[in-house]
């Protein structure tokens, strides 16, 4: 590659004609002087001129000589500690224990200090998440800590001792003489499985599940193709390509953190069976959208279309796709036939006709057994939204005589909330079980309050050979019990669910103890299912006739669910709701997201308040104009709106589950004739992509496989700019500290933002102030656009204190409160800290955050999940990236008590240890055994051994020791 001039605004020689000019948002495409503006405030205090007069200066300087003493005058807040008088059995004060547990279908690992769990970290000896969590899974212990949460049962919205409550129930249920049903989400708990089961035999009743953001299609689907029960297990590592028909599958769409697992070892280069090729066909940006190598934005009659002419392609079935979607149908057919096998089709649509044919696609292609399985799941009630349909005109016409809703809310997020209303009244007995009162423990009788899921008991099938445990890790600390408690009661059953749970695995030859050492036992718990014969016709016709290949029907209303709040369940977690959006980057709130060509054609800007309209319902919601929204759609998350909120920002937003529909058995998310209009009105959204610009810098590095494979340096030719070194090097004996972030593997899924809060105490300031562009999140994710802004490429890139080797922050601190440690680390003394912000001014890579107030937890309870190996930052101190500090003593303390030299792999920062894509890799650059000497060479020359490698802003020579590798894309 030539050394050419560029227009990059530097002289890193980079050649401007392969490299694609990158850009935040459609706002910051041209670079506005308002945008310096806002990154770079006005202090306070205007600096001293020559022009002031003797009356300012005087007053200027008095104040300045009367605030010192006042600064003695701080009340400090007392804190009391209580030793213990009888100390507990394995508890050792400093010392963390573990506890093996689950969440969500994520086998994770607990850690408590001194009895209170603080931290959640993926099970390494999971073969299904290989020690992978979500920033869902991450952010549920805080959960753990709601002082919102119910404190005991209820009758009659008062509060009640167990007993009464235990009581009037069976007496209610003893003499019902109707229909009763027992309502939960999909359940794949052998143990809870059993409990209902003798549940429904005392009382003759009815089990169904229920998801308010459904997969009851894929579950149909599966049944008409193979006869399974459940959703099928997908291979993404054994996949050469992957084409996704609107599934987010590494975001919201089944278990991601597998997904995610499995997908980026097919992302790495050096795998040996090469780079995958991902084509992504959706109706908006997803986090799966934005690592597809290939994106096409299309409505949702284009991916019917689309999906049709694969199928036709494949199986020689007459039909013509649209024009505009006949060279998708080619590429796509093209590429999935030369990886017969070895490839692998998903839908993420909620339409039965849609899911069958994507399994007759993965049929044709000879997929079965290699990328996709189906299975019959010996302990799996999987939800069908015909069943709860069904209840609610059974409850309608006064049939029922009791429904349990057991962590489920229907009564917020069931599609036709008059009728669900309707049926309620009508129903003698109506029992939700619940952590937290919702919309539905308002409408009922009896609400039983449960234990939160870190102070259960319980067990999950994960996967057809795996099995995870949950156990508590702290007593509960409310009145509750655990729903399946409950239950056993009302079923006559003896003991408590924990011996029954016992002694129903020692009888399976579980070695019990064991098993909830390591968290997970292998197993066979599932049957594969072969294909069967049936009537492919009747769901090819179904879709033909809907789809014209371009939408004749007005605006479409998509619904979709959020990486951190998805259906809704995580709304009231502070963590999540101050997590930015992978996608939009926005906190707090939700929107209508329209396309950039929609937005220009209708005067719509950012913060607009939208009317969206369909006969039955209707939001108003700002405008957020997102690249990669399809023509004639909006998108809106679900999640929000709430009517029943135990803290002030849940109620934020609007309820759009009223936009869906029932079709063919499934709930729909897609709806058609909608209307949408501006209200006039402006609102912010509090949004962390508007700063931080890096525009014009050479800050993203990508290229093609094609020319990968031709030179390894591909895309990271760059003239590396002559280094002239003002001060003496520092030492480099002993641990030397660095880190590495693979491009190609980050997904953006932000797990890593809030491991990183959950582990440093990082506070939550609110919407307000994260408007005011004051968020106090060490890493952030910066997310970078290029091409045509409807159908754009993406990269994430994970920044963060990039611990400079030259770094400029520490040269400016008058007080010494950040220096460089003989390790390498860039650190920060925070009781020296005075709060002038010179280095977060001298920061190139804009990654200091600094405590305006002193932020506040909502209770005392909600102090306990705080680290107690970090300080608690107060206001007027500037923070940042630590590098986790305190693992790395730890680990250093460990290895120096073992006797024993510290080992690659004994130390992971908390960003590291969460990622489920295994983008980061951190260790000890003398360590000639580490991966990260794989990567960096200690010297100042010639410092990378990794071609891919390269650190941000090198030109400033501030000498990182956190490097990039390019990004690649596979087309």
């Given at each position: 590659m030539n050394e050419t001039n560029n227009n990059c605004g530097t002289s890193c020689g980079c050649d401007d004609s392969s490299t694609p000019t990158y850009w935040q948002d459609v706002e910051k495409k041209v670079l506005d002087p308002t945008d310096l503006k806002a990154e770079f405030k006005d202090e306070e205090f205007d600096s001293l001129s020559v022009n002031k007069n003797r009356r300012s200066f005087l007053k200027i300087m008095g104040f300045s000589v009367s605030a010192l003493p006042l600064t003695g005058c701080i009340k400090i807040p007392v804190r009391k500690a209580m030793p213990y008088l009888n100390k507990q059995e394995n508890v050792i004060p400093g010392v963390a224990n573990w506890y093996a547990s689950t969440y969500a279908g994520i086998p994770v690992l607990l850690k408590t200090r001194e009895g209170r769990p603080i931290k959640v970290e993926g099970n390494e000896k999971s073969q299904v998440t290989e020690g992978g969590a979500n920033a869902r899974a991450q952010a549920s212990v805080l959960s753990l800590y709601d002082h919102n949460r119910l404190q005991g049962p209820m009758i009659k919205g008062s509060q009640v001792e167990w007993e009464k409550f235990d009581k009037e129930l069976m007496n209610e249920l003893s003499s019902n003489g109707k229909s009763v049903y027992v309502v939960t989400p999909n359940l794949a708990s052998p143990s809870e499985l059993r409990v209902i089961n003798q549940f429904k035999s005392k009382y003759n009743a009815n089990h169904i599940a229920y998801e308010p953001y459904s997969n009851a299609a894929e579950l149909k689907a599966n049944q008409v193709t193979h006869g399974a029960n459940g959703r099928n297990e997908h291979d993404f590592e054994a996949a050469d390509v992957v084409v996704s028909f609107d599934a987010d599958f590494l975001g919201t769409w089944g278990n991601s953190v597998q997904h995610a697992k499995a997908y980026s070892k097919r992302r790495d280069v050096n795998h040996k069976n090469g780079l995958n090729k991902h084509y992504q066909i959706e109706q908006s940006m997803s986090l799966t959208g934005m690592s597809a190598d290939v994106r096409y934005t299309k409505t949702h009659n284009d991916i019917e279309n689309i999906m049709l002419g694969v199928y036709a392609a494949l199986s020689g079935y007459q039909f013509k796709p649209s024009s505009d979607n006949q060279e998708v149908v080619k590429k796509v057919v093209a590429d999935l036939q030369k990886a017969k096998g070895k490839s692998l089709v998903v839908c993420?649509?909620?339409?039965?006709?849609?899911?069958?044919?994507?399994?007759?696609?993965?049929?044709?292609?000879?997929?079965?057994?290699?990328?996709?399985?189906?299975?019959?799941?010996?302990?799996?009630?999987?939800?069908?939204?015909?069943?709860?349909?069904?209840?609610?005109?059974?409850?309608?016409?006064?049939?029922?005589?009791?429904?349990?809703?057991?962590?489920?809310?229907?009564?917020?997020?069931?599609?036709?909330?008059?009728?669900?209303?309707?049926?309620?009244?009508?129903?003698?007995?109506?029992?939700?079980?619940?952590?937290?009162?919702?919309?539905?423990?308002?409408?009922?009788?009896?609400?039983?309050?449960?234990?939160?899921?870190?102070?259960?008991?319980?067990?999950?099938?994960?996967?057809?050979?795996?099995?995870?445990?949950?156990?508590?890790?702290?007593?509960?600390?409310?009145?509750?019990?655990?729903?399946?408690?409950?239950?056993?009661?009302?079923?006559?059953?003896?003991?408590?669910?924990?011996?029954?749970?016992?002694?129903?695995?020692?009888?399976?030859?579980?070695?019990?103890?064991?098993?909830?050492?390591?968290?997970?036992?292998?197993?066979?718990?599932?049957?594969?299912?072969?294909?069967?014969?049936?009537?492919?016709?009747?769901?090819?016709?179904?879709?033909?006739?809907?789809?014209?290949?371009?939408?004749?029907?007005?605006?479409?209303?998509?619904?979709?669910?959020?990486?951190?709040v998805g259906n809704g369940d995580m709304v009231e977690n502070p963590w999540i709701q101050e997590m930015p959006d992978p996608v939009t980057k926005a906190t707090w709130d939700n929107y209508v997201m329209v396309s950039p060509k929609y937005a220009k054609e209708n005067g719509i800007t950012l913060g607009d308040v939208l009317k969206v309209s369909t006969e039955k319902h209707s939001v108003e919601l700002p405008a957020l104009v997102q690249p990669g929204v399809a023509d004639n759609t909006v998108a809106i998350a679900v999640g929000y709106g709430r009517k029943v909120a135990s803290k002030p920002a849940v109620d934020r937003g609007g309820n759009a589950y009223g936009f869906g529909t029932y079709h063919n058995g499934a709930f729909n998310y897609v709806r058609s004739f909608a209307k949408v209009s501006k209200t006039g009105a402006k609102t912010v959204?509090?949004?962390?992509?508007?700063?931080?610009?890096?525009?014009?810098?050479?800050?993203?590095?990508?290229?093609?496989?094609?020319?990968?494979?031709?030179?390894?340096?591909?895309?990271?030719?760059?003239?590396?700019?002559?280094?002239?070194?003002?001060?003496?090097?520092?030492?480099?004996?002993?641990?030397?500290?660095?880190?590495?972030?693979?491009?190609?593997?980050?997904?953006?899924?932000?797990?890593?933002?809030?491991?990183?809060?959950?582990?440093?105490?990082?506070?939550?300031?609110?919407?307000?102030?994260?408007?005011?562009?004051?968020?106090?999140?060490?890493?952030?994710?910066?997310?970078?656009?290029?091409?045509?802004?409807?159908?754009?490429?993406?990269?994430?890139?994970?920044?963060?204190?990039?611990?400079?080797?030259?770094?400029?922050?520490?040269?400016?601190?008058?007080?010494?409160?950040?220096?460089?440690?003989?390790?390498?680390?860039?650190?920060?003394?925070?009781?020296?800290?005075?709060?002038?912000?010179?280095?977060?001014?001298?920061?190139?890579?804009?990654?200091?955050?600094?405590?305006?107030?002193?932020?506040?937890?909502?209770?005392?309870?909600?102090?306990?999940?705080?680290?107690?190996?970090?300080?608690?930052?107060?206001?007027?101190?500037?923070?940042?990236?630590?590098?986790?500090?305190?693992?790395?003593?730890?680990?250093?303390?460990?290895?120096?008590?073992?006797?024993?030299?510290?080992?690659?792999?004994?130390?992971?920062?908390?960003?590291?240890?969460?990622?489920?894509?295994?983008?980061?890799?951190?260790?000890?650059?003398?360590?000639?055994?580490?991966?990260?000497?794989?990567?960096?060479?200690?010297?100042?020359?010639?410092?990378?051994?990794?071609?891919?490698?390269?650190?941000?802003?090198?030109?400033?020579?501030?000498?990182?020791?956190?490097?990039?590798?390019?990004?690649?894309?596979?087309?």
């Open positions: 993420g649509c909620n339409d039965v006709s849609m899911q069958v044919l994507c399994n007759k696609i993965n049929t044709l292609l000879g997929n079965y057994g290699s990328t996709v399985r189906a299975y019959n799941h010996e302990h799996f009630v999987g939800a069908d939204d015909s069943e709860f349909v069904n209840l609610v005109t059974q409850m309608n016409n006064g049939n029922v005589g009791a429904v349990f809703f057991v962590g489920v809310n229907p009564g917020y997020d069931y599609y036709d909330q008059k009728r669900l209303m309707s049926g309620l009244k009508k129903v003698p007995t109506t029992v939700t079980m619940t952590t937290i009162a919702n919309e539905t423990s308002k409408q009922s009788k009896y609400v039983a309050a449960t234990n939160h899921t870190y102070e259960s008991w319980s067990d999950t099938v994960v996967s057809n050979d795996e099995l995870s445990f949950t156990q508590p890790a702290i007593q509960p600390l409310f009145g509750t019990r655990m729903w399946s408690e409950t239950l056993m009661k009302f079923a006559g059953m003896e003991g408590d669910f924990h011996k029954y749970m016992q002694a129903y695995w020692e009888g399976q030859g579980v070695n019990w103890n064991k098993a909830l050492h390591d968290g997970v036992v292998t197993g066979n718990y599932a049957r594969e299912a072969s294909e069967r014969s049936f009537d492919i016709n009747k769901y090819i016709n179904e879709l033909k006739s809907h789809t014209t290949g371009t939408d004749k029907k007005g605006m479409r209303v998509v619904l979709y669910q959020k990486v951190g959204i509090a949004q962390t992509q508007t700063h931080h610009s890096m525009e014009g810098r050479d800050i993203v590095r990508e290229t093609t496989y094609d020319a990968y494979k031709k030179d390894n340096k591909a895309g990271n030719r760059v003239k590396k700019p002559k280094t002239v070194h003002i001060y003496p090097e520092h030492s480099k004996t002993g641990h030397q500290w660095a880190m590495s972030v693979d491009l190609n593997k980050c997904t953006g899924c932000s797990a890593c933002i809030v491991s990183c809060s959950a582990e440093n105490n990082v506070p939550v300031v609110g919407k307000e102030e994260v408007a005011n562009r004051r968020e106090m999140h060490w890493l952030r994710l910066d997310r970078y656009y290029s091409g045509d802004e409807n159908q754009p490429e993406v990269v994430n890139m994970p920044m963060l204190c990039q611990h400079c080797e030259n770094a400029p922050c520490e040269n400016v601190c008058p007080v010494m409160a950040t220096l460089h440690s003989h390790d390498g680390l860039n650190q920060q003394v925070y009781n020296r800290c005075v709060g002038t912000r010179y280095c977060a001014n001298n920061c190139p890579y804009k990654v200091r955050r600094f405590n305006w107030f002193n932020y506040k937890h909502e209770s005392d309870l909600e102090r306990m999940v705080l680290n107690p190996d970090v300080s608690v930052r107060k206001r007027g101190i500037m923070e940042k990236c630590s590098m986790c500090v305190q693992r790395i003593q730890e680990g250093k303390l460990t290895a120096k008590r073992e006797r024993r030299e510290l080992k690659d792999g004994d130390i992971k920062v908390a960003c590291q240890q969460s990622c489920p894509s295994n983008a980061i890799t951190f260790g000890d650059m003398n360590d000639k055994d580490s991966e990260i000497s794989k990567i960096v060479r200690l010297e100042r020359e010639n410092h990378f051994k990794e071609d891919r490698a390269y650190t941000v802003l090198e030109e400033l020579n501030v000498q990182p020791r956190i490097n990039y590798l390019t990004k690649i894309r596979n087309k």
